[in-house]
């Protein structure tokens, strides 16, 4: 079962699940981003280092372009003053040294080609031209500036800068020097570029010069560049957007850089500046970008570790709390739900596990056991607290074997139980059989007290689910089990709390009673039935209200023996009894003996015999005119004690009588240890004896066995005739009875035994 609270705890324990969970999420979508974050900017910055290295190494070529055509125009004016072959040779000749170049060539009208200084077969200057004519150059073109021609020669493309040579204004020949551009493009400058993508020469329409040595980027199989990244890249728009604004920027003779999508799905960078001093040719540049993801790898690496790390530790705090969580609840849960001495569970289970009952099994009949262990407090004091409680816990262990799952017992309290039983057939025999497995558990723990339940039950009534009321009815019902009762089991109605509110009625209004002279003592005469006359009377009180109403002491003797009020009551009969001797012996009259009540509580008081004395002696009382009675029940706790009290108020001269002899236990050896004077048989008994042949012979051997004795019999209840005839003949010469008179007020009684009037 899992009740509300239990549930809470539940919920917190998620709460906290839930809270790390989506810190853990938090955790993992932050590491994502980052990663994402590293990643583009990674991206970035290795895209704008690219473009910035790529730019470098096309000032670079630029630069280079200048300076050769500058060192060609200086040779080129060395060579235009040369007068005859001879002379131009050895120009050539000293012109090598101071320039960079490897090879120079020379071609003029005359003489012909020279390659360096050495005349070259095979190219003259009109070739030159022609050539020169095919590529788009005019002779202005060509002329102004170091306007390269692009010439491929054997492997490879050149470009050949080629500077006019002229004399007077009139132009004589060229000098012009080749570069291979495959050997620039494979140079030093280039290593980064080439280390990570390709590097090309294109024409302003895409027609690729010259590549480096290894080319793998872009595939240069296609007629142009563009062609060529078109066919690698994944033909989208954004790649084909990209190729566009490349195209449009060629033409433009722009610089910048594209991205297109491979068709394998990453990037490619490709960055082109055009070369100023070519007039027609670009830089180009590219590169993958997945390459950042080699070098993001490390960084992106550490990373997902220290992610990793976080969530596990994230992980082991969560187990961790969850854990003691867990724990916790189980602490607080078996504190909150469980009996710390039986083991067992306590009430607060019992409210979850009754209401859930009546809810999943409505049509099963319930009942609600209320009980504790009769005189549990003597088990206490004679066993000791430890095997007191090996009965409580056998309770708790043997329900458990006798009843269902269905049903549950908890220890409330002390000895108080509860318990949800199913009503059935055999639910008495059940319970019956749960006291017997109790009793033989104490009986092995060596407890001879037998162990007897007193229990309120109360019936739980379909769809009420108030179970707290229905324990306290049953609580009601138990507590109408008083300690003598036979029957130990009392169900609940609404008599019982009927009876309750006259009690709490009762109570409430007990002591104005008191103050208010409510309390009036009767007298019910003594009658000797061999001399016929009077020899004493009993007190007994009545209370009678402000209105009239005379209440009975059955209907509110056992409240007060319950409170203790009539510790007081009992006292202030006695007081009242006494004071009216004082004023009898006052008045010169001889007051007959008259015997009290009194109850067990009043004789336990510790002060009991020296208040007693105290009155005797205020009131002046004679020896022998008070008469006590008391019960055997006074005697069930601490025999020994009460016996002391009972000697000490003989010697104070009260006359002691054993009251309602032949009712309850009537031990035997009550009569040998206890030195009472008289002996009262109770009129019940000897009701049920008139009859009864076996029981007068009871009585007549009683009247005997006390008389033998040494004490005094007088016959309760005596109401006929033939009742005071029969104790005649058996030897029982003192009586009392409505034969002879009711208990009657003081006055009454006073009027009628002392003054002889008669009634009127
Ligand atoms: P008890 O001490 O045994 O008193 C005798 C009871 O028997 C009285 O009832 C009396 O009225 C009743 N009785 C007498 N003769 C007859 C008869 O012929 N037939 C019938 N049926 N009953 C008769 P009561 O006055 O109602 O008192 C009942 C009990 O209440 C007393 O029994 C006594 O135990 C207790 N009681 C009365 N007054 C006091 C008191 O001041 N203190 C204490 N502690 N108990 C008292
Ligand atoms: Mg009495
Ligand atoms: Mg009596």
Redesign the pocket.
């Known amino acids: 079962m899992q009740g509300k609270d239990s549930s809470k705890k539940n919920k917190a324990v998620s709460r906290i699940l839930w809270i790390g969970f989506m810190v853990l999420i938090l955790c993992v979508t932050v590491c994502v981003i980052l990663a994402i974050y590293l990643q583009s900017t990674f991206r970035k910055q290795f895209s704008d280092d690219y473009y910035v290295r790529h730019a470098t190494a096309a000032e670079y070529l630029n630069r280079m372009l200048d300076r050769r055509a500058a060192q060609s125009k200086k040779i080129a004016e060395i060579v235009s003053a040369a007068g005859d072959e001879q002379d131009l040779t050895q120009r050539l000749d000293r012109t090598i040294g101071f320039s960079e170049m490897e090879t120079v060539f020379f071609v003029n009208r005359e003489y012909g080609l020279y390659r360096n200084a050495e005349p070259a077969e095979g190219l003259n200057f009109e070739m030159l031209l022609g050539l020169l004519e095919e590529l788009n150059y005019n002779e202005n073109d060509v002329y102004i500036g170091h306007a390269p021609a692009v010439i491929r020669l054997n492997a490879g493309a050149s470009v050949i800068i080629a500077t006019p040579v002229r004399k007077d204004g009139e132009m004589t020949g060229f000098v012009f020097v080749p570069l291979k551009l495959a050997d620039i493009l494979d140079s030093e400058v280039f290593r980064y570029q080439n280390q990570i993508g390709d590097c090309l020469i294109v024409d302003k329409v895409g027609e690729i010069i010259a590549t480096s040595s290894a080319p793998e980027v872009v595939s240069h199989t296609e007629e142009t560049f563009q062609l060529g990244l078109l066919a690698h890249s994944d033909g989208g728009d954004r790649s084909r957007k990209a190729v566009q604004e490349l195209n449009y920027n060629l033409n433009k003779k722009g610089s910048g850089y594209i991205n297109i999508i491979s068709e394998e799905g990453y990037g490619v960078q490709v960055s082109y500046s055009f070369l100023n001093g070519t007039e027609q040719l670009f830089l180009v540049s590219c590169c993958r970008d997945n390459l950042v993801d080699g070098r993001l790898q490390p960084l992106l690496f550490g990373s997902v570790l220290a992610c990793i790390f976080i969530i596990v530790l994230m992980l082991t705090s969560l187990t961790v709390v969850w854990a003691t969580a867990k724990r916790t609840n189980m602490t607080v849960e078996r504190l909150a739900y469980e009996d710390p001495v039986t083991g067992g569970k306590n009430l607060n289970y019992f409210r979850e596990f009754a209401l859930n009952q009546m809810i999943s099994a409505r049509e099963t009949p319930f009942v609600i056991y209320r009980f504790d262990i009769a005189n549990f407090r003597y088990i206490n004091e004679s066993y000791g607290h430890q095997r007191a409680d090996k009965v409580l816990v056998s309770c708790i262990k043997s329900f458990r074997e006798v009843f269902s799952e269905k049903e549950l017992c908890v220890r409330m309290d002390a000895d108080q139980f509860l318990a949800l039983l199913v009503n059935d057939s055999l639910l008495d025999k059940r319970f019956d059989e749960f006291t017997n497995a109790v009793n033989a558990d104490a009986r092995g723990n060596n407890i001879k007290f037998p162990v007897r339940f007193k229990c309120g039950i109360c019936q739980i009534k379909k769809h009420d689910h108030d179970i707290d009321v229905m324990i306290d009815h049953a609580n009601v019902a138990r507590k109408t089990i008083g300690p003598d009762n036979k029957e130990m089991r009392a169900f609940y109605s609404e008599s019982i709390v009927d009876d309750m509110r006259k009690v709490s009625h009762i109570e409430n209004i007990q002591q104005k009673a008191m103050a208010e002279n409510e309390f009036r003592v009767?007298l019910?005469p003594k009658w000797d039935i061999k001399e016929n006359h009077i020899t004493g009377a009993?007190?007994?009180?009545?209370w009678i209200r402000s209105d009239g109403t005379i209440l009975?002491?059955?209907q509110f003797?056992p409240i007060f023996e319950n409170n203790g009020f009539?510790e007081q009551?009992?006292f202030y009969?006695l007081e009242s009894v006494c004071m009216r001797m004082k004023e009898m012996i006052e008045e010169g009259v001889e007051p007959l003996p008259v015997s009290?009540?009194?109850?067990g509580l009043l004789l336990h008081s510790p002060d009991y015999v020296e208040n007693v004395e105290k009155l005797l002696r205020t009131y002046n009382v004679p020896s022998g005119a008070i008469e006590l009675?008391i019960?055997e029940k006074v005697f069930a706790n601490d025999r020994e004690a009460m016996i002391g009290i009972i000697h000490r108020l003989k010697l104070l001269g009260v006359r002691l009588a054993m009251?309602?002899f032949g009712v309850g236990y009537s031990s035997l050896t009550l009569l040998s240890d206890v030195p009472f004077d008289v002996i009262?048989i109770?009129?019940a008994f000897f009701a049920s004896s008139e009859g009864n042949e076996r029981e007068r012979m009871i009585l007549t051997s009683v009247v005997k066995m006390v008389k033998d004795l040494g004490m005094e019999i007088v016959c309760?209840?005596?109401?006929s005739e033939s009742q005071v005839e029969f104790l005649q003949r058996i030897g029982c010469n003192k009586v009392?009875?409505?034969?002879f008179s009711?208990?009657i007020s003081e006055p009454d009684f006073i009027r009628r035994y002392y003054k002889n009037e008669k009634e009127g």
């Open positions: 009767y019910q009993e007190a007994l009180v009545r009975k002491p059955e003797i009539i009551l009992d009969t009290v009540n009194q109850s009675e019960t009251d309602d009262k109770d009129g309760e209840g005596v109401e009392q009875g409505y034969y009711r208990p």
